[in-house]
């Protein structure tokens, strides 16, 4: 029943690795995210998906790829791992992005915790 | 652009004392307003929010008012629990067409029995 699930919930790998996140949200919403939050818990915007179609995409390297095969969905790829990935990434949802205006609540999953050595 | 300005922590406190954690912010317009809090080991959840001017939001005992002229949203809880213990974000959206939700950089607090 978890609302917003992803896979893995830890992970540990080396660098140069290439990982995958998955993300599944079974709210019906419309639109998706993802967030890294790091060690200080500063959390911060990395990509956006409305529709399955990418809306934001921040300043974050080419080795971070998000694939979003439905709009229940959104997996998160990162090639060529580095230390400065390790982090605690977390997938959310939100209905759209009209409710987003309007202060719809953001809901968030778990996290998974990424571990480069 | 938006931001969103929090305390910085940790803040310590002994069971059943007051607690207030400041959120200011800047945004055009008139943004929601949110608190998630975010236990150990968990993702972040929704704790309250406000959409407009004046309004109060409350849940488990906690509390915050959406200030304009102030541009605050300061977290309050009358009496806390070990069981409060956790990481607090404040957070808007819906300013300026954004459809970016900002957060503030969380004020982790600590409860002692």
């Known amino acids: 029943d978890t609302a917003v699930s992803q896979t893995p919930k830890y992970l540990v790998t080396q660098m140069g690795n290439d990982k995958s996140i998955k993300c599944e949200q079974n709210l019906g919403h419309d639109t998706m995210y993802w967030y890294k939050q790091d060690s200080k818990k500063f959390l911060k915007i990395m990509f956006s998906y409305n529709n399955k179609e990418l809306i934001i995409n921040e300043t974050v390297p080419n080795r971070f790829s998000p694939k979003s095969p439905d709009k229940a969905h959104l997996n998160l790829h990162i090639n060529s791992l580095e230390l400065g990935d390790s982090a605690v990434y977390f997938c959310?949802?939100?209905?759209?992005?009209?409710?987003?205006?309007?202060?719809?609540?953001?809901?968030f999953g778990e996290g998974s915790w990424l571990t480069v050595v | 652009g938006n931001s969103v300005t929090q305390m910085e922590g940790p803040v310590t406190l002994s069971e059943e004392a007051f607690l207030t954690i400041n959120c200011t912010y800047t945004a055009t317009g008139y943004p929601s307003l949110f608190w998630y809090v975010q236990y150990p080991g968990e993702g972040l959840q929704l704790l309250l929010k406000?959409?407009?001017?004046?309004d109060k939001g409350s849940n488990k005992g906690f509390e915050a008012t959406y200030r304009k002229e102030t541009t605050s949203f300061h977290l309050e809880k009358g009496s806390v629990q070990v069981s409060d213990s956790a990481v607090y974000f404040c957070a808007l959206s819906g300013s300026g067409g954004s459809y970016i939700p900002t957060f503030g950089r969380g004020t982790s607090l600590i409860v002692h029995p």
């Open positions: 959310a949802s939100s209905q759209d992005l009209t409710a987003i205006r309007s202060g719809n609540t953001i809901y």
């Open positions: 406000a959409t407009k001017a004046d």
